[in-house]
C-alpha cells in the first residue's frame, strides 16, 4: 500500500494536533518523534512541522526532547536547510517589526530567530556550517543566497542583522 503525503495544510493540522497533544502528556516523546519524522519526508511536510513548532506557544522548540532531536538530525539538509532560511526570514522580520513598532509582532519574530538558533546548534554541525556560510556570503553580496535575499528584499540593515544572528550561533 502507497504511503500517502501530507500537503502543506494538512501538515501544519497534523503539528499543531501533535504538539498539543505532547504538551498536554498524552503523547510521549519517542511517539511525537516517530509522527514528525513521518512529516520530515517531505518538503511540504517539513515546512508545515516548522511553522507550527517555531511560530506557536507549545514549549516543545523550548525544550526538545532527545528522540525529536535524533528524528531532525537524521531528516539532514531538509531541516538544516529550512532552520536556516527560518532564521534568516525571522531575523529580517524582528527589524521590520522593530521599526513599525509593532512590539508583539516583534517579540514573535524573536522567538523564532531564538529557536532557530539553538535547533542549530543542536544539527549536524558540517551541514549547518555549510548552509549558514553560504547565507553569510549573500550578506556580502555574493553566492547563490544573493538571490534569495532580493526576492525578499532585504535592506542593509536587515542584512547585517541576519550576520550577527548567523555569527552568533558559531560564537555559543
Known amino acids: 500500500m502507497k504511503k500517502q503525503t501530507p500537503n ?9 494536533l501533535w504538539c498539543k497533544a505532547w504538551e498536554e ?7 511525537l518523534a516517530d509522527r514528525v519524522s ?14 507550527i513548532s517555531l511560530s506557536s506557544d507549545s514549549p516543545l522548540m523550548d525544550r526538545l526532547p532527545d528522540a525529536l532531536i535524533f528524528q531532525l538530525r537524521r531528516s539532514g539538509e531538509i531541516v ?28 514573535q519574530s524573536n522567538k523564532i ?10 544539527l549536524e554541525p558540517n551541514s549547518v556550517k555549510r548552509r549558514l556560510e553560504s547565507f553569510l ?7 547563490k543566497d544573493i538571490d534569495f535575499f532580493n526576492h525578499w528584499k532585504y535592506d542593509e540593515a536587515q542584512i547585517q542583522e541576519i550576520a550577527s544572528a548567523i555569527n552568533s550561533i558559531a560564537e555559543n
Open 25 to 31: 502528556g498524552e503523547l510521549s516523546d519517542e511517539v
Open 38 to 51: 513521518e512529516l520530515l519526508e517531505t518538503i511540504n511536510g517539513a515546512r508545515g512541522f516548522f511553522v
Open 80 to 107: 538544516v536547510d529550512l532552520t536556516a532560511k527560518n532564521l534568516v526570514m525571522s531575523t529580517a522580520m524582528t527589524v521590520h517589526h522593530q521599526r513599525n513598532n509593532n512590539l508583539e509582532e516583534g517579540l
Open 137 to 143: 556570503k549573500a550578506t556580502q553580496g555574493e553566492g
Open 8 to 16: 502543506f495544510e494538512e501538515a501544519i493540522n497534523a503539528a499543531s
Open 113 to 122: 530567530k531564538r529557536r532557530c538558533q539553538e535547533l542549530l546548534r543542536l
